[in-house]
């Protein structure tokens, strides 16, 4: 059998960075290439049924071992891309064996330390075995250390028919990091009543509650002419939203001065002309009413900077993004128990936490399918400092195998 270090090693060698506003699905040909090789890898453990469809989605099933009826069908699932904002492509993955503590340089950029002072968790995981890329790339823990576990874990069921669980069914994804990633998927034809996104962080980590998320843009409409001859003509669109900008709070309700439950209001792109302004924000909170709060709040703000400017105008746009999973998967509290129930007996102390942010299982709960998410060791992603620890990778695997057979315990739900 093949392990999961040496799956995760051949994975990250593929380069799947994913790309926002391409007008493609999947949005780069990378992706392709990977998910076509898990599929070939699935078939030649012995996964009879896998497949790839018109849109890159991986779906393949571990057939049940035992008769017994009343048994939902459980699914994985994990993406392939790698995020937009570090490039993934020549990774060069290098294995730390047996981590003492001490400061990683990694060689092709020795300005690139990973420190246990900067990456508390490191300090947990002396003695294991580390994987870093080599100070240039992101390393791909996120996600491929998730499709890793789910192939390993998919592979050690197949090998030992001993372990009940009933029906299992896999499924891999494109552009989860540019928010696509459920854009084409097909609940229905995946076949599952519940599944599990493998793609979270430290050994234990157990998240069935997100933000909820808007998408806002505002658009300051101004006035354009010569400069020269604009004294009581022009109106400066960039000026109206330099002064909303500056009328947000510089001590709350922002990311950099944020946490827990606390939600935020983050403008992270700016397209400015004289004439047109748009101002690009992110709403999130935990309780959905309260994103309607928060942009009636924006609202005001920016209609008060225009009020009174001859020849100023604005435009606002809301647009969904996603829900807290936890609306839904509060409704299935069973989805909960059996994930508690491995992790008990994968020995693994259970880490639940509400996630700042969201996942494909936000969507796919509002979908029909509740999905939360289980830790797959992926730390510090998105970045050249990115790392995971082997030891938790394989208790990933131990945890999924665990979720199938606590699944097989029951007889209807």
Same mark, same amino acid.
């Given at each position: 059998?093949?392990?999961?270090?040496?799956?995760?090693?051949?994975?990250?060698?593929?380069?799947? &960075?994913?790309?926002?506003?391409?007008?493609?699905?999947? +949005?780069?040909?990378?992706?392709?290439?990977?998910?076509?090789?898990? !599929?070939? @890898?699935?078939? /030649?453990?012995? !996964?009879?049924?896998?497949?790839?469809? @018109?849109?890159?989605?991986?779906?393949?099933?571990?057939?049940?071992?035992?008769?017994?009826?009343?048994?939902?069908?459980?699914?994985?699932?994990?993406?392939?891309?790698?995020?937009?904002?570090? +490039?993934?492509?020549?990774? $060069?993955?290098?294995?730390?064996?047996?981590?003492?503590? *001490?400061?990683?340089?990694?060689?092709?950029?020795? &300005?690139?330390?990973?420190?246990?002072?900067?990456?508390?968790?490191?300090? =947990?995981?002396?003695?294991?075995?580390?994987? *870093?890329?080599?100070?240039?790339?992101?390393?791909?823990?996120?996600?491929?250390?998730?499709?890793?576990?789910? %192939?390993?874990?998919?592979?050690?069921?197949?090998?030992?028919? =001993?372990?009940?669980?009933?029906?299992?069914?896999?499924?891999?994804?494109?552009?989860? @990091?540019?928010?696509?990633?459920?854009?084409?998927?097909?609940?229905?034809?995946?076949?599952?009543?519940?599944?599990?996104?493998?793609?979270?962080?430290?050994?234990? /980590?157990?998240?069935?509650?997100?933000?909820?998320?808007?998408?806002?843009?505002?658009?300051?409409?101004?006035?354009?002419?010569?400069?020269?001859?604009? $004294?009581?003509?022009?109106?400066?669109?960039?000026?109206?939203?330099?002064?909303?900008?500056?009328?947000?709070?510089?001590?709350?309700?922002?990311?950099?001065? *944020?946490?827990?439950? @606390?939600?935020?209001?983050?403008?992270?792109?700016? &397209?400015?002309?004289?004439?047109?302004?748009? !101002? $690009?924000?992110?709403?999130?909170?935990?309780?959905?009413?309260?994103?309607?709060?928060?942009?009636?709040?924006?609202?005001?703000?920016?209609? /008060?900077?225009?009020?009174? %400017?001859?020849?100023?105008?604005?435009?606002? &746009?809301?647009?969904?993004?996603?829900?807290?999973?936890? /609306?839904?998967?509060?409704?299935?509290?069973?989805?909960?128990?059996?994930?508690?129930?491995?992790?008990?007996?994968?020995?693994?102390?259970?880490?639940?936490?509400?996630?700042?942010?969201? *996942?494909?299982?936000?969507?796919?709960?509002?979908?029909?399918?509740?999905?939360?998410?289980?830790?797959?060791?992926?730390?510090?992603?998105?970045?050249?400092?990115?790392?995971?620890?082997?030891?938790?990778?394989?208790?990933?695997?131990?945890?999924?195998?665990?979720?199938?057979?606590?699944?097989?315990?029951?007889?209807? !739900?």
């Amino acid at each position: 059998m093949t392990s999961v270090l040496d799956r995760f090693l051949k994975y990250v060698a593929y380069d799947t &960075q994913s790309r926002e506003g391409s007008d493609t699905y999947p +949005s780069t040909p990378g992706q392709l290439v990977l998910l076509g090789d898990l !599929v070939k @890898e699935l078939r /030649e453990i012995g !996964v009879a049924d896998a497949a790839i469809d @018109e849109h890159g989605y991986v779906m393949a099933t571990i057939p049940a071992t035992i008769p017994k009826r009343g048994i939902p069908v459980v699914g994985f699932i994990a993406h392939v891309d790698t995020s937009p904002e570090m +490039s993934g492509a020549g990774v $060069k993955p290098i294995l730390h064996r047996d981590y003492r503590g *001490t400061d990683l340089v990694l060689p092709d950029d020795p &300005q690139a330390v990973l420190r246990p002072a900067d990456s508390p968790y490191l300090r =947990e995981c002396i003695g294991h075995d580390i994987v *870093t890329a080599s100070g240039t790339t992101l390393l791909g823990a996120d996600n491929k250390s998730g499709v890793a576990e789910i %192939v390993t874990a998919a592979e050690h069921l197949l090998a030992h028919p =001993e372990i009940p669980h009933g029906a299992i069914r896999i499924g891999f994804t494109p552009d989860e @990091e540019v928010g696509q990633g459920t854009k084409h998927f097909d609940v229905r034809r995946f076949g599952a009543q519940y599944a599990y996104t493998v793609d979270g962080g430290a050994r234990g /980590e157990f998240e069935f509650e997100t933000f909820s998320a808007d998408s806002m843009l505002i658009t300051f409409r101004g006035f354009n002419t010569h400069p020269g001859f604009a $004294k009581d003509r022009m109106v400066n669109a960039i000026k109206l939203a330099a002064r909303f900008i500056e009328r947000l709070p510089a001590d709350g309700l922002s990311p950099e001065t *944020t946490e827990g439950h @606390e939600g935020f209001v983050h403008p992270y792109v700016v &397209q400015a002309s004289v004439d047109r302004t748009m !101002v $690009k924000l992110l709403i999130r909170d935990f309780v959905t009413a309260k994103l309607k709060e928060k942009e009636a709040w924006l609202e005001s703000l920016a209609r /008060e900077v225009v009020a009174g %400017v001859a020849g100023a105008g604005l435009e606002i &746009q809301v647009e969904e993004s996603y829900r807290n999973m936890r /609306e839904v998967i509060d409704q299935h509290p069973v989805v909960v128990e059996r994930a508690r129930e491995a992790f008990a007996r994968a020995g693994v102390p259970i880490r639940e936490r509400a996630i700042r942010g969201g *996942t494909d299982g936000s969507r796919l709960s509002f979908m029909g399918l509740p999905t939360p998410n289980v830790f797959a060791g992926e730390q510090n992603f998105h970045s050249r400092l990115e790392w995971v620890s082997v030891q938790d990778m394989e208790k990933a695997v131990e945890v999924i195998v665990q979720i199938a057979r606590a699944w097989a315990q029951l007889t209807s !739900v």
